[in-house]
DNA sequence: TTCAAATTATGTTGTTTGTTATACTGACGT
DNA sequence: ACGTCAGTATAACAAACAACATAATTTGAA
């Protein structure tokens, strides 16, 4: 299973203070490209195998530009990876980081979605 | 154990599009909230124990006004919970959806830190 | 009343998003 | 090869948002 949750003691040296920021630095850049419907849209799709731009616009019921510039900033984050065929470029997820957190995401909004039940404390 | 991944699976009827999307839509709301460094950074501290502002403001090096605000967002989310003790207003974790995602996010950024870094490679 | 702890209001600045328009690229027909 | 079309990407811009600082306000205790 998961590991719980870190133990974020009380006292902390400066330095681990230091860390812990630049960690949450990060993981905040990824959750930003997370926190976006759209993008959060893909991603999901993405999880049952690749798609192309074409596809997903339809799945998204959005706008080429909109979707095109969705992939890049999930490109740029390196979240999804493209492969051309012919006209056609298809989007793939690049690892498992996504789908780690969707599987969270999911499990929240989408299954558990009656109330704290399972709370692990 | 979590879930393995939903089925997204490749033929949705428009209906389960839909349900899909505003499901988005909430989950991006709580990633939007999460997704700030010193959001997390508060989160984080509060898995340990509640912790007063000043506390917070200590640990987190900011501003009042700025960690009030911080909280402010946090509370509208739904994410933490005040208790006032005489001056002092102590903030807890509501539920244990924060801990859920962080723990990923924590596994991500802090564990498994040593592969692929944070790049896609 | 005065102070300390916090919240809220407000202005400013920087970021994100979608839109439209334009450019790039590969396939196809002539 | 040339022009054209389909599929994508990128640019430029406006509208909407988010974040922080400062200042004003609320609340509780001395």
């Known amino acids: 299973m998961a590991s719980s949750l870190p133990v974020f003691s009380d006292d902390l040296s400066d330095t681990e203070l230091d860390k812990m920021m630049s960690s949450a630095c990060e993981a905040s850049n990824l959750l930003k490209a997370l926190s976006h419907e759209g993008r959060l ?35 740029l ?5 493209p492969r051309r065929e012919g006209k056609a470029i298809y989007y793939s997820l690049t690892d498992d980081r996504p789908k780690r957190i969707l599987e969270v995401i999911y499990d929240l909004f989408c299954v558990a979605d009656d109330g704290a039940e399972k709370r692990g404390d």
């Open 41 to 75: 849209m893909i991603l999901c799709h993405l999880v049952t195998g690749e798609k192309s731009v074409t596809e997903l616009e339809d799945l998204l019921s959005a706008r080429q530009a909109a979707v095109s510039q969705q992939l890049s900033r999930l490109r």
């Open 77 to 81: 984050e390196g979240l999804v990876t």
